[in-house]
């Protein structure tokens, strides 16, 4: 999965908004009811780096190979940086990014959750737990 392909699947995800902040944080955000799910780096030298929110078990197998390393700033929260999305296998990528939705989604009221699942799709609950 490239660049282009992993941004339109953020897109895609129920109640998801796309926020590009600039200077000094250089940095492209999919959000759910305005909770983070991912992030892309927009600034060289680390352009298009992506980011996500993993789970503690993943957190240390992850950042154990090559190319995936702690979140800058928000490593100890368990998010890790992927170097080059494009050398990750897109089902791998795809299961990253839904269970850090669900976590971001599962943090919002029962109320917004409920709008959210009614004015799009129907999360997907199985996956990523």
Known sequence: MDTAALKRHCRTLPGASET???EPANILVYAVGGKRFAHFKTSEPERWRFS????PERFLELT???GIKPARWLGNHRWITIVDVSAMP???LRELVRWSYRHALDKLPKRQQR???EGGDAVDRGHGR
């Open 52 to 55: 996500v929110k993993v789970t």
């Open 20 to 22: 590009l902040h600039g």
């Open 115 to 117: 709008a959210i699942a």
């Open 64 to 66: 154990d190979q090559p």
């Open 90 to 92: 897109s089902d791998y």
